[in-house]
């Protein structure tokens, strides 16, 4: 089974919205980078508690080579940069959970399995271990998370509700 790394936006949205066992729930260990596990545990609120209080299924990873940072970081974060370089350290047998469009391009473009938060609550719909994308989703908008109309739409009709 190949690694999931996960960047700060999923693992704070779906804090926000008490669904961050998800992650453990679908895959069972997670690895995050030491730069994503800094930005999430900079301000001691809910979703830096429910990190640290995980642990035992989230495991901080630093990557080897720091030398490669400076390759990518030009239009991206610290911690995409770090989840992009962990990936690539398992020769790209890894699925990548990260949010950011531009983000998502250049994993792409690396040949990264990618998917999103949606993609997340999309597959835990389909595993049946929640009943809907459309509560969730909701809860994601209420809180800050922006979804198009169109990705809207699209999760919900791939959920079939």
């Given at each position: 089974m190949?690694?999931?790394i996960v960047n700060s936006t999923p693992l704070i949205v779906l804090s926000n919205i008490n669904y961050l066992h998800l992650l453990k729930d679908l895959y069972k260990d997670i690895?995050?980078?030491?730069?994503?596990?800094?930005?999430?545990?900079a301000k001691n609120d809910s979703a830096c508690q429910q990190i640290k209080n995980n642990l035992n299924w989230?495991?901080?990873?630093?990557?080897?080579?720091?030398?490669?940072?400076?390759m990518y970081q030009a239009k991206l974060h610290d911690g995409e940069?770090?989840?992009?370089?962990l990936a690539q350290e398992n020769q790209n047998k890894d699925l990548v959970i990260i949010d950011d469009n531009s983000a998502k391009k250049t994993a792409k473009y690396l040949g990264l399995t990618?998917?999103?938060?949606?993609?997340?609550?999309l597959k835990a719909k389909?595993?049946?271990?929640?009943?809907?994308?459309?509560?969730?989703?909701?809860?994601?908008?209420?809180?800050?998370?922006y979804i198009t109309p169109e990705v809207y739409d699209f999760v919900k009709d791939e959920a079939g509700e």
């Open positions: 190949p690694r999931v690895y995050i980078p030491q730069a994503v596990y800094d930005e999430v545990t989230i495991h901080i990873c630093k990557i080897q080579d720091q030398s490669q940072k400076r940069v770090e989840v992009m370089i990618v998917t999103g938060s949606l993609g997340v609550i389909k595993q049946g271990l929640i009943h809907s994308v459309i509560t969730l989703m909701n809860q994601l908008i209420q809180n800050g998370f």
